[in-house]
């Protein structure tokens, strides 16, 4: 009689397999309305008022991989430049070295290696007017762990929304590679669309608007701006507007809003229609509407390095709290060293993260960091703790055979517990560090 064994190993599948939604979460955990009635009362008034909110800035920019201020002549040195170029070179190199990382082509590397060198000094400040790839080095053949996932670029370090601003500190004088500062992250884009460059008067000026339109639904259904006086001839490029993004008010009418955009002429006035999507901020930072405005983009695909214009974790919640005013890094690890109070808890059993969690919901916003993926906690419900993040996959124990690979691939709601009894563990077993946003005087 031939043996069961294999059977039972072929019901484990060994491609990943796609999910609709994590086990232990229903439609009604994916609801604001389901999760803002079991937020403490604290949570329904303004946990960081615009002083705290500029204190916590202010202090996030001490933390190594925090957002730095572009302007700031440190940024534009050449040894500061030179030495984070070297870093990343050796970085990557080694990677590839061991096997870490594969290129997508033959001496990809090399190749972007040299064109760092090629490059010569600039000092520009522009604003990004379309969506745009910002590469670690100069090379769009990619770098994948194996096997490659050609969805999963790590040469990938984030995206570019259109209105940001950028310092251009590099350029290769023959290919349209050019080294950038973006405030949250460093890296290369590709024949970019920037604006023209513009003086440091016209940044800061743009940045510290004291009344902005803030964009609170991503990608939503809001006509393209309609750019006044365009230049003739020239047709103006429309972007769609991101979470997060925040444009400086001119004035406002029952119709719409009057607006400073980044187009080819550089910033310019435009008109933009009432939308639930729009909200004149800056946008008191309570912690009901963090979490309301992060359940209203549960659905949302999942991009790693916002791959395709979606999200991964750490872009998701850094463009969620700049709603309300909060700079967030871009990389997970960085983000849970941020807050009113970030506290490392690895050390600790299930028992003691679990309290730990729940003290630090009384005073505010609480990010959840375990390596390579954080999330924004939710609450309870029965015994279970629930989070929300940008997610790609989780593990699934199966019988007689290796874990399954399943596919959410979105922004999704998830129980703390999702992995239990596979290699990589429960969320809660993972968890290291927490980090609360409010309820806590900062100096």
Request: charged share 25%; glycine share 8%; with cysteine.
């Amino acid at each position: 009689m031939a043996s069961s064994t294999p059977a039972a190993a072929a019901s484990c599948p060994s491609e990943p397999q796609p999910s609709p939604r994590a086990p232990g979460t229903e439609p009604f955990h994916e609801t604001a309305a389901f999760w803002l009635p079991r937020l403490p009362p604290a949570a329904h008034r303004v946990a960081l008022d615009p002083r705290h909110v500029a204190a916590l800035n202010a202090r996030a920019a001490t933390v190594a991989g925090a957002p730095r201020d572009i302007a700031r002549p440190e940024v534009g040195g050449r040894e500061r430049i030179a030495a984070d170029l070297d870093e990343r070179r050796r970085w990557l190199s080694a990677r590839v070295a061991d096997g870490s990382y594969v290129e997508g082509s033959p001496h990809a590397l090399d190749r972007a290696y040299a064109r760092m060198t090629a490059s010569v000094a600039i000092d520009r400040l522009h604003f990004v007017i379309e969506e745009t790839p910002l590469w670690c080095v100069p090379t769009r053949a990619g770098l994948f762990t194996p096997p490659v996932d050609p969805t999963f670029d790590r040469n990938r370090c984030a995206t570019l929304h259109a209105g940001e601003a950028v310092r251009a500190l590099l350029a290769h004088p023959q290919q349209p590679w050019v080294y950038v500062h973006a405030g949250h992250t460093v890296g290369w884009v590709f024949a970019a669309p920037l604006t023209p460059s513009v003086d440091v008067t016209s940044l800061e000026s743009y940045r510290h608007a004291d009344r902005r339109v803030a964009v609170v639904l991503d990608r939503a259904d809001v006509t393209a701006p309609t750019v006044l006086e365009p230049a003739a001839g020239s047709p103006v490029r429309r972007a769609p507007l991101r979470l997060g993004t925040t444009l400086p008010l001119l004035d406002a009418d029952p119709r719409g809003y009057r607006v400073l955009v980044a187009d080819e002429r550089g910033l310019a006035p435009a008109r933009l229609p009432r939308s639930d999507a729009l909200r004149v901020g800056p946008l008191p930072f309570r912690p009901s509407d963090v979490i309301r405005t992060a359940l209203d983009h549960v659905g949302q695909r999942y991009g790693w390095g916002g791959h395709g214009g979606d999200y991964d974790c750490s872009l998701f919640l850094r463009d969620l709290f700049a709603v309300f005013g909060v700079q967030l890094a871009r990389h997970s690890a960085v983000q849970a060293q941020l807050g009113s109070r970030s506290r490392d808890i690895g050390a600790l059993d299930e028992a003691g993260k679990r309290a730990a969690i729940r003290e630090a919901a009384q005073r505010g916003v609480v990010l959840l960091y375990m390596p390579g993926h954080i999330m924004l906690y939710l609450g309870e419900d029965g015994d279970r703790m629930y989070a929300v993040s940008a997610i790609s996959e989780y593990l699934e124990p199966c019988e007689s055979g290796p874990d399954t690979v399943r596919r959410l691939d979105r922004v999704a709601v998830t129980t703390l517990e999702l992995g239990r009894s596979t290699q990589r563990k429960a969320f809660i077993e993972r968890l290291t560090r927490i980090a609360s946003f409010g309820h806590v005087p900062v100096p």
